[in-house]
């Protein structure tokens, strides 16, 4: 019940994947201090707009516009050269800069490993433990009908 | 028929809207109402407020429903007038539902699909009693929980087409269409009809649907599946250059199958009506799929002849907002208008009398 | 109406400062200009342009273009296609033809541009043209809807041939080219109702 074959992501699409599902709190809960931080430049935003949402017809055959969400991005470049960058739902333009910041630095090869330990991590672990939650909940629902003599004569 | 400007009555609007405003605070001794609450327990009016604004935004849905009083519709209309002021950064990847992580998944036609049957949070087992014990805020037990399966839940309508069972789709546009950019030209695309059934009135769906079960235009569905569940939502930066992955929605997806007895080219197989509504949305899904599955009757070479059949009709009139817009604009002055009607009714009657009062010398 | 974009380096260069505030500026000095053919409005004053673009015309850029507006830029503006395609998200298109904003320095053949058609004149090309100066070089005479009496334009580097391609836009008429020129920080527009005269 859980995805059942998750599209195998480069690191950075993971990172990416488990801040744009954290919250701006939890993020600069876990982000060194300012003062220990290289500075940054915003390059663009952050700033609210939208995604045109495509489904599938039949859920496989060809793409459709389903309606529109809210997104927030951010783009920003260090100090230190990394451009970091993050498009989240919702809008808070406070989560996309803080992504787009753990993004950059994250690409740091010499901040990566303490980063990701700290912040990324257990985020992913919290993120997991809720979909499982979810998936336990749906599991406990699993049903097996038994049809019984047909109806209609 | 047009409505004519007219000025003044500020005194009286801005009166009005502070009426308004008191009476949808309600009683004062009572504590207002946080749309984070809404949010969080009045979930499936935000999906349909999110599905007819045609914007995912639980929060800003949450507001809405909140300022419109829950009158779903008006909550809808603010939904549509605020996506107007933000730019659109582009288009998602396609929403590969196959990759949902499901909470509920069931199918009408196959007993013992691969992955199995699950329920999810459903009202459909209820006895739809009153439960008396919310008024006294009862928490409720919580929820048992089971070891998840990890088995794939493959879609109904792909193990059907495995078998060739279904009627592969027309090869598809380069570029969807999309009704907020340009308006179909009519007969609409496919494409263009699941946008506008997506946006649709769920009333109007919901209507138009029970009619093709009812006779007009009938062809027997089947609720092959329907799922639901979180999906993720991808996108392509252009500074990137690779898919990221934005986050989560829930949807509900509803795959009608029905019977399709073939043509002297085409082997007898199924045909299938696709549904797909943001949240928990079983009845808008369901019914987004039997108005789907009419509306391909031109290209089956089936005879259009009923309501949910034509394009045109259905197309131009499961827009709540427009619909709205339009009944409730008669509510603005026409005195013009009627001026003139009224005095040709007058005129009409002082003709008929002076012909009268002719006749009887 | 989308191509997919092409892939960018983030430039280093913002856009707007105030992303609201100067865009709805640059709208409002945009609407002015087509009202009044030929009044001069400044337009991206204070704005940091990357080269080779004019602040006037970055500022209408960043005011105008976005995702559902293809634009082809001319090969002499293109050391700034980064910027656009960050800033505006602007799907970049080869063939002038299937642009809604044609971004050059020289004046494009008018007939080779969408026109629109007589049921959605709007679908009409918008061109951005941005020469070396406005107010001075050759002048023209304007007239029509927004010019209460004929009224005098200068600008440099139109081309010999500009007021006979006008003419022959003018007469497309609902269908048409509209024409924004940009100079340093100055804005002002060719409508394509107003009529052109060389003097």
Same mark, same amino acid.
């Given at each position: 019940?859980l995805?059942?074959?998750?599209?195998?992501?480069?690191?950075?699409?993971?990172?990416?994947?488990?801040?744009?599902?954290?919250?701006?709190?939890?993020?600069?809960?876990?982000?060194?201090?300012?003062?220990?931080?290289?500075?940054?430049r915003?390059?663009?935003?952050?700033e609210a707009?939208?995604?045109?949402l495509?489904?599938?017809?039949?859920?496989?055959?060809?793409?459709?516009?389903?309606a529109?969400?809210t997104v927030t991005?951010?783009?920003?470049?260090?100090?230190t050269?990394?451009v970091g960058?993050a498009t989240?739902?919702?809008q808070?333009?406070?989560?996309a800069?803080l992504a787009?910041?753990a993004?950059?630095?994250?690409?740091?090869?010499?901040?990566?490993?303490?980063l990701?330990?700290a912040?990324?991590a257990?985020?992913?672990?919290?993120q997991?433990?809720a979909?499982?939650?979810?998936?336990a909940?749906?599991?406990?629902?699993r049903?097996?009908?038994?049809?019984?003599?047909?109806?209609?004569? | 028929?047009?409505?004519?400007a007219?000025?003044g009555?500020?005194?009286a609007?801005?009166?009005?809207?502070?009426?308004?405003?008191?009476a949808r605070?309600?009683?004062?001794?009572?504590?207002?109402?946080?749309?984070?609450?809404?949010e969080?327990?009045?979930?499936?009016?935000?999906?349909?407020?999110?599905?007819?604004?045609?914007l995912y935004d639980?929060k800003l849905?949450?507001?809405?429903?909140?300022?419109?009083?829950?009158?779903?519709?008006?909550?809808?209309?603010?939904?549509?007038?605020?996506?107007?002021t933000?730019?659109?950064?582009?288009a998602?990847l396609?929403?590969?539902?196959?990759r949902m992580?499901?909470?509920?998944?069931?199918?009408?036609?196959?007993?013992?699909?691969?992955?199995?049957?699950?329920?999810?949070?459903?009202?459909?087992?209820?006895?739809? %009693?009153?439960?008396?014990? *919310?008024r006294?805020?009862?928490?409720p037990? #919580? $929820?048992?929980? =089971? @070891?998840?399966? +990890? !088995?794939?839940?493959?879609?109904?309508?792909?193990? %059907?087409a495995?078998?060739? *069972?279904?009627r592969?789709?027309?090869?598809? #546009? $380069?570029?969807? =269409? @999309?009704?907020? +950019? !340009?308006?179909?030209?009519?007969?609409?695309?496919?494409?263009?009809?699941?946008?506008?059934?997506?946006?649709?009135?769920?009333?109007?769906l919901?209507?138009l649907g029970?009619?093709?079960?009812?006779?007009?235009?009938?062809?027997?569905?089947?609720?092959g599946?329907i799922?639901?569940?979180?999906v993720?939502?991808?996108?392509?930066?252009?500074?990137l250059?690779?898919?990221?992955?934005?986050?989560?929605?829930?949807?509900?997806?509803?795959?009608?199958?029905?019977?399709?007895a073939?043509?002297?080219?085409?082997?007898?197989?199924?045909?299938?009506g696709?549904?797909l509504?943001f949240?928990?949305?079983d009845r808008?899904?369901?019914a987004?799929?039997?108005?789907d599955?009419?509306?391909?009757?031109?290209?089956?070479?089936?005879?259009?002849?009923?309501?949910?059949?034509?394009?045109?009709?259905?197309?131009?009139?499961?827009?709540n907002i427009?619909?709205?817009g339009?009944?409730?604009?008669?509510?603005?002055?026409?005195?013009?208008?009627?001026?003139?009607?009224?005095?040709?009714?007058?005129?009409?009657?002082?003709?008929?009398?002076t012909?009268?009062?002719?006749?009887?010398? | 109406?989308?191509v997919?974009?092409?892939?960018?380096?983030?430039?280093?260069?913002?856009g707007f400062?105030?992303?609201?505030?100067?865009a709805?500026?640059?709208?409002r000095?945009?609407?002015?200009?087509?009202?009044r053919?030929?009044?001069?409005?400044?337009?991206g004053?204070?704005?940091?342009?990357?080269?080779?673009?004019?602040p006037?015309t970055a500022?209408?850029?960043?005011?105008l273009?976005?995702?559902?507006?293809?634009?082809?830029?001319?090969?002499a503006?293109?050391?700034?296609r980064?910027?656009?395609?960050?800033?505006?998200?602007?799907?970049?298109?080869?063939?002038?033809?299937?642009?809604?904003?044609?971004?050059?320095?020289?004046?494009?053949?008018?007939?080779r541009?969408?026109?629109?058609s007589?049921?959605a004149?709007?679908?009409?090309?918008?061109?951005?043209?941005?020469?070396?100066?406005?107010?001075t070089?050759?002048?023209?005479r304007l007239?029509?809807?927004?010019l209460?009496?004929?009224?005098?334009?200068a600008?440099?580097?139109?081309?010999?041939?500009?007021?006979?391609?006008?003419?022959?836009?003018?007469?497309?008429?609902?269908?048409?080219?509209?024409?924004?020129l940009c100079a340093?920080?100055?804005?002002?527009?060719?409508?394509?109702?107003?009529s052109?005269?060389a003097?």
């Amino acid at each position: 019940m859980l995805n059942p074959e998750p599209t195998p992501k480069t690191p950075r699409q993971s990172w990416m994947a488990v801040l744009a599902r954290a919250d701006a709190a939890a993020i600069a809960d876990q982000l060194p201090p300012n003062d220990l931080l290289p500075g940054w430049r915003l390059l663009r935003g952050p700033e609210a707009g939208l995604i045109m949402l495509r489904g599938r017809t039949g859920g496989a055959g060809a793409p459709f516009n389903l309606a529109e969400m809210t997104v927030t991005r951010c783009t920003l470049r260090l100090a230190t050269g990394q451009v970091g960058h993050a498009t989240i739902a919702g809008q808070d333009p406070r989560h996309a800069e803080l992504a787009a910041l753990a993004d950059a630095l994250l690409q740091d090869p010499a901040r990566h490993a303490a980063l990701h330990a700290a912040l990324i991590a257990p985020l992913a672990a919290g993120q997991d433990a809720a979909r499982e939650a979810i998936a336990a909940r749906a599991a406990a629902t699993r049903v097996q009908f038994f049809a019984l003599q047909t109806m209609r004569t | 028929m047009a409505y004519v400007a007219v000025k003044g009555g500020e005194r009286a609007i801005e009166a009005a809207h502070a009426w308004r405003a008191e009476a949808r605070r309600g009683d004062p001794a009572l504590p207002a109402l946080d749309p984070a609450q809404i949010e969080g327990q009045l979930g499936r009016a935000v999906d349909r407020a999110m599905a007819e604004g045609s914007l995912y935004d639980r929060k800003l849905a949450a507001l809405a429903i909140a300022q419109a009083e829950g009158d779903l519709i008006e909550a809808a209309f603010l939904l549509r007038a605020y996506r107007t002021t933000l730019p659109r950064f582009g288009a998602s990847l396609p929403l590969d539902t196959e990759r949902m992580a499901i909470r509920r998944r069931i199918s009408a036609i196959f007993k013992d699909l691969p992955g199995g049957q699950v329920l999810g949070p459903t009202t459909d087992y209820t006895h739809r %009693l009153l439960d008396f014990g *919310l008024r006294d805020g009862q928490a409720p037990p #919580a $929820a048992p929980v =089971a @070891d998840p399966d +990890r !088995a794939p839940m493959p879609r109904v309508a792909d193990i %059907l087409a495995a078998e060739d *069972l279904i009627r592969p789709d027309p090869p598809a #546009a $380069a570029e969807p =269409a @999309d009704i907020t +950019r !340009a308006a179909p030209g009519f007969p609409p695309p496919r494409d263009a009809r699941l946008q506008s059934l997506a946006r649709g009135d769920e009333g109007f769906l919901l209507g138009l649907g029970y009619s093709t079960q009812r006779g007009y235009g009938g062809s027997h569905p089947f609720a092959g599946e329907i799922r639901m569940g979180a999906v993720s939502v991808e996108i392509v930066p252009e500074e990137l250059g690779f898919a990221i992955d934005i986050g989560e929605i829930v949807l509900t997806e509803c795959q009608m199958v029905n019977q399709f007895a073939g043509t002297k080219t085409e082997p007898a197989r199924f045909t299938t009506g696709y549904g797909l509504a943001f949240g928990h949305a079983d009845r808008r899904a369901m019914a987004m799929a039997l108005v789907d599955r009419a509306l391909q009757a031109r290209e089956l070479g089936e005879d259009a002849t009923a309501p949910a059949q034509d394009a045109e009709f259905v197309l131009g009139h499961a827009d709540n907002i427009e619909a709205t817009g339009f009944v409730e604009h008669l509510k603005l002055p026409h005195y013009v208008d009627f001026q003139s009607e009224i005095e040709a009714v007058r005129r009409l009657r002082a003709m008929a009398a002076t012909a009268l009062a002719e006749a009887a010398e | 109406m989308s191509v997919a974009p092409a892939t960018v380096v983030p430039p280093d260069r913002p856009g707007f400062a105030d992303p609201v505030a100067d865009a709805q500026a640059t709208f409002r000095a945009v609407l002015d200009a087509l009202a009044r053919p030929g009044r001069i409005h400044p337009a991206g004053v204070g704005l940091d342009a990357p080269a080779p673009l004019a602040p006037a015309t970055a500022a209408l850029l960043l005011t105008l273009v976005d995702p559902d507006t293809p634009i082809w830029l001319a090969p002499a503006l293109a050391a700034a296609r980064d910027w656009i395609v960050f800033h505006c998200g602007a799907p970049l298109v080869a063939d002038p033809g299937a642009a809604a904003f044609v971004v050059t320095t020289e004046l494009p053949p008018l007939d080779r541009l969408a026109a629109g058609s007589d049921e959605a004149p709007e679908a009409g090309a918008s061109v951005i043209l941005q020469l070396a100066a406005l107010g001075t070089g050759p002048r023209m005479r304007l007239t029509g809807p927004g010019l209460a009496a004929p009224s005098l334009f200068a600008a440099t580097g139109l081309g010999a041939g500009f007021v006979a391609a006008w003419w022959a836009n003018r007469a497309l008429f609902p269908r048409g080219i509209d024409l924004l020129l940009c100079a340093g920080t100055e804005l002002a527009a060719l409508p394509r109702s107003v009529s052109v005269e060389a003097l």
